[in-house]
């Protein structure tokens, strides 16, 4: 059997509101309903999502689709920027960069890679001993926290090429999948638009 991580796809930016209180665009909102009927949907059993309102707006799209309960981790949140709060593009780029670059150093205030990775990656794992195996799990996350869990996963280095920004679309609503058997990596972050209707388990 098999997990799903997916990002939240677009949302709308304000910067008089906090970043964890941003919601999905309508553009966001649309393709997380049109993904709402994938094939690997059917069956899922249950959702774990981030606290934060664009994750927690994903899973409820996708569970009233296939009727799975959410369960929202906070561990699952995306990684702490509130040291900075919102920042211009350019600047947050050139922050996301460092961050992971230098996985054990903070970044103007920034919780570290390597803190996040081990954040997430507990929160995966205490979802996993919640689960049944026999049925397929769905994370609702974000992009960098959901690299940081497929670089552990992978046995890779924590690196900016492996980000959903430079595998998959810009703009969030990206999924990569797990073998619930083994932890193995099905896919890397593939758009939800494109991800196949079946998995090579």
């Given amino acids: ?17 906090p970043v964890p209180r941003w919601g999905l665009s309508p553009e966001g909102a649309a393709r997380a309903g049109a993904f709402a009927g ?37 561990g699952c949140g995306e990684n702490d920027r509130s040291a900075t709060g919102y920042v211009p593009p350019e ?28 954040r997430i990656v507990a929160a995966f ?5 919640a689960h049944d195996a026999d049925w397929p799990l769905l994370f609702a996350g974000h ?3 959901g690299t940081l869990l497929k ?3 992978g046995g890779r ?14 703009g969030g609503g990206n999924v ?6 083994d932890r193995r990596l099905l896919c890397d972050w593939t758009p939800m638009e494109r991800l196949p209707a079946s998995l090579d388990l």
């Fill in 1 to 17: 059997m098999y997990a799903l991580y997916v990002t939240h796809p677009q949302v709308v930016k304000d910067p008089a509101v």
């Fill in 38 to 74: 994938h094939p690997l949907l059917r069956g899922v059993s249950r959702i774990v999502s981030s606290d934060e309102r664009k994750a927690v707006e994903l899973a409820g799209i996708l569970a009233e689709a296939c009727g799975a309960p959410v369960a929202v981790d906070p």
């Fill in 91 to 118: 600047r947050f780029e050139a922050l996301a960069d460092a961050f992971f670059a230098q996985p054990d150093r903070s970044t103007n205030g920034w919780e570290t890679a390597a803190a996040a990775q081990a």
């Fill in 125 to 129: 794992e205490r979802a996993l001993l």
């Fill in 143 to 145: 992009g960098a926290v």
């Fill in 151 to 153: 670089c552990h996963l």
């Fill in 157 to 170: 280095a924590i690196a900016r090429a492996e980000d959903q920004r430079r595998v998959g679309d810009p």
């Fill in 176 to 181: 990569f999948a797990i073998r619930l058997a």
